[in-house]
Nanobody
């Protein structure tokens, strides 16, 4: 059974930082591209960041470049999203996603349940 479990969300003031984690099981983690998406109320889900299976390549949404950092630990089967300089517009549910060969296709086979990030102004 595949599981992706996000953690680390919460309520934070603007300018603050958070580190989201996504622990996985049931997949060969090192074979999978990992990504973070987010969905704000009334908006479509959007890609925030992605990282290739070996961790050599990353990409980010323009709105988070320079503030968010995606990383992975293949020994722990976990992907992280370090978020700094938070803005109220970063408020959303953040989802972890996994997929083989998904870095360019954007098609992810597995999804977590999400973790809420709320940024107060």
């Amino acid at each position: 059974q595949v599981q992706l479990v996000e953690s680390g969300g919460g309520l934070v003031q603007a300018g603050g930082s958070l580190r989201l984690s996504c622990a996985t099981s049931g997949i060969i983690f090192s074979d999978n591209t990992m990504a973070w998406y987010r969905q704000a109320p009334g908006k479509q889900r959007e890609l925030v960041a992605a990282i290739t299976s070996g961790g050599r390549s990353t990409k980010y949404a323009d709105s988070v470049k320079g503030r968010f950092t995606i990383s992975r630990d293949n020994a722990k089967n976990t992907v992280y999203l370090q978020i700094t300089s938070l803005k109220p517009e970063d408020t959303a549910v953040y989802y972890c996603a996994a997929g083989r060969g998904s870095y360019y296709s954007g098609n992810y086979a597995y999804w977590g349940q999400g973790t809420q990030v709320t940024v107060s102004s």
